[in-house]
């Protein structure tokens, strides 16, 4: 049980660091803006959900250097 947990985790970071990787690689500086656009359901991708693409913007913005909420804005820091 606890190795399927890890392994779970596992992959559900690689497919996030992958779908990172595609975004930046196909927006490049809209990309955190494209996968914000995916957590409301404003594109159509798959079966993910808005926890799925929470966490790729927020890994998206890791990459690029975006502070998040700041005064209620993105801002690249």
Known sequence: MLLGLIRRRTE???A???????LIENFNDRAYFEARDRIGGRCLDGTRHARY???VKLEIARRQG?????IGADIRG
């Open 12 to 14: 559900w970071k690689a």
């Open 16 to 22: 996030i660091a992958a779908d990172a990787r595609r």
């Open 53 to 55: 693409w929470t966490a």
């Open 66 to 70: 975006i502070a998040i909420g700041l």
